[in-house]
């Protein structure tokens, strides 16, 4: 008889892990025991050395749904056997290292549950087991058992006991198992906050929504705003109220097929839908058409299928798809309290569909769209947090680090024992709510992961907020401050979720965004780097342009036509050669002298190599939002949008653009676009065409730059990053013309390319550097 000591680590617990090992131990005829501890699960095994062999390869063949296995060691074990195999309970574990698994969708089998009459949980929408259900969003601390979840509050009936100490049953130690009897309720208020007393609450609230009344939803992780899609009337009543004027809405629909009815969806989209994480996936609008306050100027509809079996029994109540958008007041955190939707929300939603399970931790739906051949996520939150990504080869010996991320988009990372777990989506930190929320995540994630950082990794602009409590932090505990550049992490972040090993050869970046600050001080954001995870040079950049009012350049793209223009050419000159065109009018009208005068003298007016800002002003050129955005990026998408249906048919302007030398660094200049897009308009060209045109003209110059830098630096890889590459024609037409000049191209996918993917780049800067 031989023994053997098995360690799995991986997304090990609280998925089912421990009687998936209990049944297959019992298969291959062994004894022994199996149980959690701080780095993950442990499994004592005794019997033949064939039937042992047997079993471990059987492992990762066998795995629950949620479980993930990152590794398995075996050595041998000398005890003496046991009668039986066991699972042995919990031990508290100080610290636990081992990852929690994520929130998930509802399983097949829960699915069925809910839809047969004759199953006790018949219709319950709480309904969950092993495989699917709450996890982050219910999660106070570790080990992740009942008594430290929001479930707490509920004990469960003799039956539900039994199934979860039953090692057969499918929720054995299913932490939020519950049945009708035993576990949560849902209920339908009004605005009074009265209860509406009815049999079944969902399919009253999915009959208040058909008839085009708001009701504000509590979901997983957050309060939903539902409404009618099919319903111009309730979506512009939505918009109006929620006071959110131009960002897509989100949808859900019943199921695929009810989706293909609004968007084209090939093979890859619908994996992503179902996938266990159930994420908003950006689809080609197509086919039947919604209410056109939806996703204005957008030709992208962002689509969801029910995650909870709350959100399956309501659309299976509906036969259109209805919005489902974040319950908050305009820039704000989602609510996730009752009295606080009942507070914040009142005078947008007209109903509530409450329940009574409390959710512990905001997790907003992520967004995945499918560029270049890949599904790429470009808000990482439910569903994914708080999974970790293990570093590659070398990151193992780093300090224990936390990387305080960006402004905008915010995620926050902490590097521990070479994984790097970075947080869910936090959102814009200029809200003092968020804020609050993004504090509060950083303490949570330090309990949940027994961290304590040795190095505190910020952003070197000083404003950011995140960087200014990075600096608080590392004031009252023993930890090392260390500042990063903005870009140089974009490009490191892509390095390290590929793989790359902590001593790769350099490689070169083109990381074009909204703007980051930059080594010399000034903003940058269209960049062309070689770098490693331990330094970073920069090579070539935009040609810098005033933003002229600082921040207010962001939210209103005319500064930056009107900054670029006078860059490139003589004003008057262009009053009397295209006095005629609408952007040159609309600029006329404005206080041009002043801006003039503080572009001159350097007030408040940064000069910035953005690509983000160049956007806005070939974009405002095109009379695209040229008087103001509601979001970053808006007038973007409605260049791309506008581009993507001639896009085949076009070529580059020739002579768009020159390259000038600027102390060793090449700086890419576009007089030569402007006076090509300004002829264009001139003679009344589609604008359709001209948009097309800019899309390749940019495109070209990026691939024949980094072809260039190729040649001059022998580097044959490229990082493509930064929030601008969410553009799909830029990052699929660039990667693909470089890869048919014999390159590799890395661009990210698990995480975002905009600055949510921003701390995991820092995270491995900062472990790069202290290794
Ligand atoms: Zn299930
Ligand atoms: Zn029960």
Avoid at 55 to 63: E, G, M, Y
Avoid at 120 to 139: D, E, M, Q, V
Avoid at 380 to 402: K, Q
Avoid at 455 to 474: C, E, N, W
Wanted: aromatic share 6%; net charge negative.
């Amino acid at each position: 008889m031989a023994g053997k000591a098995i360690r799995a680590r991986g997304v090990v617990q609280g998925v089912g892990f421990r009687p998936a090992i209990w049944h297959l131990a019992r298969l291959h005829r062994l004894t022994g025991a199996v149980w959690n501890d701080a780095e993950g699960v442990m499994i004592h095994a005794f019997g033949s050395d064939e039937d042992i062999d047997a079993f471990i390869r059987h492992i990762p063949l066998q795995l629950p749904p949620l479980a993930r296995l990152d590794s398995l060691e075996a050595q041998d074990l000398n005890a003496p056997p046991d009668h039986e195999f066991r699972i042995v309970a919990s031990r508290e574990n100080h610290g636990a290292q081992t990852p929690i698994a994520a929130d998930a969708a509802t399983c097949p089998d829960c699915l069925a549950e809910i839809a047969d009459p004759a199953n006790r949980r018949y219709r319950y929408p709480f309904t969950n087991c092993t495989h699917c259900g709450p996890r982050l969003s219910i999660i106070r601390g570790v080990p992740y058992d009942r008594c430290r979840t929001s479930m707490a509050e509920f004990a469960m009936c003799p039956r539900c006991r039994h199934e979860y100490d039953d090692p057969n049953d499918r929720r054995f130690h299913a932490q939020a198992n519950c049945c009708p009897d035993c576990g949560p309720r849902l209920w339908l208020e009004n605005g009074d906050r009265e209860t509406w007393h009815c049999d079944d609450p969902v399919t009253q609230a999915a009959e208040l929504i058909r008839q085009g009344f708001i009701v504000a939803v509590k979901g997983l992780g957050g309060f939903h705003l539902a409404c009618n899609a099919a319903d111009p009337d309730a979506v512009a009543r939505l918009r109006q109220r929620k006071r959110r004027h131009a960002k897509p809405f989100a949808l859900m629909a019943r199921d695929t097929d009810m989706i293909a009815r609004h968007a084209r969806l090939d093979e890859q989209e619908s994996r992503a839908l179902h996938n266990k994480a159930a994420p908003i996936v950006l689809l080609a609008a197509h086919g039947m058409t919604l209410a056109p306050g939806i996703a204005p100027d957008d030709d992208k509809l962002g689509f969801m299928l029910p995650y909870t079996p709350l959100h399956s029994l309501l659309m299976q109540a509906l036969d259109a798809p209805i919005v489902l958008t974040s319950g908050n007041v305009s820039d704000e955190p989602q609510c996730t309290d009752n009295d606080e939707a009942r507070e914040k929300l009142a005078g947008i939603a007209d109903y509530w569909l409450l329940h009574d399970r409390a959710i512990v931790n905001r997790l907003d739906d992520s967004v995945a769209r499918l560029m270049d051949g890949s599904i790429r996520l470009l808000r990482r939150a439910r569903g994914y947090s708080p999974e970790t990504l293990p570093l590659p080869a070398g990151f193992e010996a780093a300090d224990n680090i936390l990387a305080m991320g960006a402004e905008l988009k915010n995620s926050f990372c902490l590097l521990k024992n070479g994984q790097a777990i970075v947080s869910q989506h936090i959102g814009d930190l200029e809200n003092a709510a968020v804020q609050h929320d993004y504090r509060n995540a950083i303490a949570l994630y330090r309990r949940l992961f027994g961290f304590t950082p040795r190095r505190i990794a910020v952003d070197l602009h000083p404003d950011y907020l995140s960087t200014q409590y990075g600096q608080a932090l590392a004031a009252t505990e023993p930890a090392e401050l260390v500042d990063l550049q903005h870009h140089h992490a974009h490009l490191a972040a892509c390095l390290a979720e590929h793989g790359a090993p902590l001593n790769t050869e350099p490689v070169l970046g083109a990381i074009f965004d909204g703007s980051g600050l930059g080594d010399d001080g000034t903003l940058w954001g269209g960049e062309f780097l070689l770098a490693d995870y331990r330094h970073c040079t920069r090579l070539g950049h935009f040609q810098p342009i005033a933003l002229p009012g600082g921040a207010q350049a962001m939210r209103e793209p005319w500064r930056n036509a009107y900054a670029q223009l006078l860059h490139y050419f003589d004003w008057p000159m262009l009053r009397q050669e295209f006095g005629g065109l609408n952007i040159i009018t609309l600029l006329t009208g404005k206080p041009l002298d002043t801006l003039a005068t503080m572009i001159a003298r350097q007030l408040n007016s940064p000069p910035s190599s953005s690509c983000g800002r160049w956007f806005d002003a070939f974009a405002a050129a095109l009379d695209l939002h040229a008087e103001q955005v509601h979001y970053e990026g808006q007038a973007a998408i409605a260049l791309e949008t506008l581009a993507t249906p001639l896009f085949a048919d076009e070529r580059p302007y020739p002579q768009a653009w020159t390259v000038d030398n600027d102390g060793g660094l090449q700086v890419l200049s576009w007089h030569g676009l402007w006076r090509a897009v300004l002829a264009d308009l001139q003679c009344s060209t589609d604008k359709a065409r001209i948009a097309a045109r800019i899309h390749h003209s940019l495109i070209a110059a990026t691939v024949e730059r980094l072809n260039r830098l190729c040649r001059q630096t022998g580097a044959d890889c490229i990082v493509l990053s930064g929030g601008v590459f969410q553009n799909r024609l830029l990052l699929e037409a660039v990667s693909r013309q470089l890869r048919q000049a014999g390159k590799t191209v890395l661009s990210p996918q698990r995480y975002p390319m905009n600055d949510g993917g921003l701390a995991l780049g820092q995270t491995v800067v900062a472990a790069a550097r202290s290794i």
